[in-house]
């Protein structure tokens, strides 16, 4: 997997991103897909202290949530980027719910979801170069400050 | 998660920026609710009245080192779709009028409340 840094925000360059809600997307070999949240979400909601996702089976329409999340300081859902049944939560999140924090591309995945429109879903996300552009420019437009990165956050070198 | 799509909250805030560490979590509360798909209404009585006030949230901070006010909290509300509604009886108690107040908030009167007490799965009181 490769990496780009924006403001010490870490932006994973073979994922699919929809910038407006800060969520990512895999797409696996078997067509399903993981979903979740990015570096810089997580930082701005700092210390995650819960998680909670829909349920297996859960039929979603892109932009409804997936998952409820909240820190200290924030509190609100991560929005799905694709159209989808959700097959599988991430249990991992239920012994240590900071790996949103601490790998928020790896470890802290949220749903895997059986896409229902893939093809054309993932052309309104961006992904490479595109979305490290686009970060870039949210970057500066919402006037986010450097990503903050918890202790045992996985190391992106 | 058990799923609450569909279900509906009413969140009444009776609290103001006299006592500012009973403003914040009716707030979160509410948003969390809205994030998992729970229709949510904050219906503002008594001394919540005055939060609603232009230009009053913002100087509500509980934490210091926080840029978070009050009118964060109000406006996270409205981002997550929470209805703000406010009482209109309450506003002659604080001298206001509908244009006193922030945007983005309803306002109804006492048989409306009853209704949505009546109507909603589940109240919440503060």
């Known amino acids: ?157 | 998660m058990e799923d609450f799509e569909g279900k509906k909250i009413l969140v009444i805030q009776t609290h103001g920026v006299d006592t500012p560490k009973r403003t914040y979590s009716p707030l979160y509360y509410a948003v969390a609710s809205a994030a998992m798909e729970i229709e949510t209404t904050v219906w503002f009585t008594m001394n919540g009245t005055n939060q609603l006030r232009k230009g009053v949230a913002e100087m509500i901070k509980l934490d210091p080192s926080s840029n978070v006010t009050l009118a964060s909290m109000l406006q996270m509300c409205l981002d997550n779709e929470v209805k703000l509604a406010v009482c209109q009886q309450s506003l002659a108690l604080w001298n206001m009028t509908p244009d006193d107040l922030i945007d983005g908030v309803e306002i109804f009167g006492a048989t409306t409340i009853i209704d949505l007490a009546l109507n909603y799965d589940h109240v919440m009181y503060f």
């Not at chain 1, 910038?19 to 990015?38: C, H, K, L, P, Q």
């Not at chain 1, 949530?65 to 509190?75: D, L, Y």
């Not at chain 1, 790996?99 to 893939?118: A, E, I, T």
């Open chain 1, 1 to 157: 997997m490769g990496y780009s840094k924006v403001n010490e925000c870490v932006i994973a360059t073979d994922l699919y991103y929809s910038v407006a809600d800060n969520t990512w997307a895999r797409v696996n070999e078997d067509g399903t897909v993981y979903i979740g949240m990015t570096d810089i979400a997580q930082s701005l909601a700092g210390p995650i202290l819960h998680a909670k996702a829909k349920p297996v089976g859960k039929v979603r329409k892109k932009g409804r949530p997936i998952a409820t999340v909240e820190s200290g300081k924030w509190v609100g859902p991560i929005k799905t980027p694709l159209s989808g049944e959700i097959v599988e939560t991430n249990k991992a999140l239920e012994e240590d719910v900071q790996l949103l924090n601490k790998s928020p591309y790896n470890k802290g995945w949220v749903v895997k979801l059986q896409p229902s429109d893939l093809e054309n879903e993932l052309k309104e996300m961006v992904t490479g170069d595109e979305a490290v552009e686009q970060y870039k420019e949210k970057i500066e437009r919402d006037g986010i400050q450097a990503c903050a990165h918890i202790e045992g956050t996985e190391d992106y070198e």
